[in-house]
């Protein structure tokens, strides 16, 4: 009797598997949790360096240009030193997720010769002039928000998903709610846009310029708007090299004061 | 120049020569109209200051810096007064297991914003005493090395030969010294300038999990001599050694970005039997700052001193008179002194507006210091800003009440 159950269970959880894959290929059926998993989940190399040129634009279209060096290793951890114009020369910015959640942080700013913490309260407060915040760096936690799907749509070339990320009760979110527009065919979030605490629309990232680098689909345009500032910070990412074998002990506070070749 | 610090730029400076490196540079001109509001209505042109920072490196293993400071003071009068000051000279030598760095260097300690009572290895210009501490700070010849053991740092210092401090005219602006001006001084009795006056100091820091904190230790000097009193004259001025053991950290509290620091001052008058020289005390800071979403930052601080080993209330009296000669600079104007940022940047515009105040408790004294500063473009930007100063004569920033500033100041990065 009770290895006839178990077959039943076993034969029941292999239909079930089989349907969802079959909903999986179609498309339609992926849930909102679905498809932010997949993006979750979706390959991303193992490290990438590149020298980033952020420009930083305010709504009469003056620019303020800041060069950058950025090495990450996953989405986990990231080390950049500014290398242009003169006044921000030799600061730096370093970031580790641990495995809880939970990040440090810390910018190193040569006027003071020390390495500054940057506190969870001071998260919310603009990077280096630009329009991100230190936690828009971070990546969101998955089991941190709700997810419901939206109607498909096509942005610009890129036919996407649509899904709306809500933080659940208790997580201590920068927005009360995100729209992700996802590509179907590499699961990047080309574009999202970011709710205040009013509901109101704060932000608007894009990525464009995608391309297949060493088999990642990698973004060489990202743009952050801040649309109620009417500001924004374009980044171009140049000479994008995948997967060098960066040395884990880079990313380490150490580094802050000289910058890696 | 000293002859190691000079040793320290000839090698330099062969190193530049040899093939393989790659010169840097950097630096700031700065000048300045500072004018006295309320002495006379003074306008002291200080071209303050222009600074170069030359930088090199062979491969990834060592590097090395030279940052010299020229200053042009008095341009309106007739002479011109014109002073250089080599804040750092130093070699870096990079390892697996650590660094290394030899040379004329400003070594930072404390993870408090601008108070710190356990950064004491420098010595400071107090000429002008209300300039940021990373200005104020002079180079000093040191061995300096950073071990890194784990998530553990292990910093040891081993400063060789004393070298004091810069401090203001008993006549100057800004004397802060327990002498009225004119009052006839010794020159002062500097230690010996050889490896009896080393200084040395320790620390450990642990970075990560939300919580960043260290432990230091240092034994060294008082950076303001103590007088050696006969009678009511002063028949030597001296320089004292001090002991100091300190604690510091950075973390989130409560939603707050909170620093605190707190060191122990071991003094000469280790059982506080000594009336000419201070007790040993106690130094503390802790500060707490929120950034609203609006670009506004609001910060709030507490900063003392408490004096430890008092016998009785004459000696606590007494000891009110010794001021402290190492530690925040802030106790030498206040035993306890309430602090507040007010920041609100408008970065569209490019602006950004501060406004520190300091209230000096114990003795009802205050100073505000607004400033807004614009930059146009990248490398420029344009300061102006107030120092005023209000409070009872019994206070130190009270004192300088006639001494309020108004300056502009023009930086240009390049």
Redesign the interface.
Known sequence: MKRRLRVSVFVLVFLLSLSALAAAEKGGELSGLDIMVGVDERPIPEDMRSEMSMDLI??RGET??RGVRVFRQGDEKQIMWFLD???V??SSFLR?E?EDG?S?M?LYLP???????I????K???FM?SDFTYDDMSTRRIEDYTYRRLKDEAWGSFECYVVESLPKKGVNAEYTRVLSWVWKDSLIPVKEEYY?NLGELKKIRRLSEIEKIKGYWTAQIMTMEDVQ???RTEIVFKDIEIDTGIDDGVF???YLK?I?? | MNRPVAFILLMIFWLAAAPGWAIGY?G?LQPMVKSYTSKDGIVPFKFDALRLEITSSYG?DI?WLVRNDIYLDNLTEERLTARHEIREAYV?Y?TPAG?FRVGEQ?I?WG?ADENNPTDNINPEDFSDPFVEK?ERKLGVLALKS?I?LGNW?LEGVWVPYFKASVLPDLSGDYSFMPFPPGTPLPSTTEPPQDPSSSQFGLRAVK????F?WSLSYYSGYEKIFTPVMSGPLVTKLIYNRIRIAGADF???FF????RGETAYFITEDEDGSDPEIKNPYFQYVLES???F?N?FKLGLAHAGETTVMIDDQTEAEQEKLIFPRAGMQLCMFSTNAWLLILEKEF??Q?ISIRSPVIHDAANDGMLVRPEASW?P???L?YYIGLVLFSGSGDSMLGSFSDMDQAYFKI?Y??
Not at chain 2, 207 to 210: A, I, L, P, S, W
């Open positions: 305010n709504k303020r240009h114009p003169a006044d020369k030799g580790i641990h939970s440090d810390w006027a003071f010769d020390k390495i500054r913490r506190v969870a309260s001071a919310k407060e603009n002039g205040d500032k009417e500001h380490d506070t150490r000289r890696v070749e | 950097r700031f990834y590097s870096d990079y660094d400003i930072s993870m990373s950073d890194y740092l970075r990560g999990q939300g960043d950075a973390s989130d939603g707050l970005d909170t700052s929120y950034t979403e670009d970065p569209d490019y930059s473009q990248d490398n930007t930086r990065s390049f």
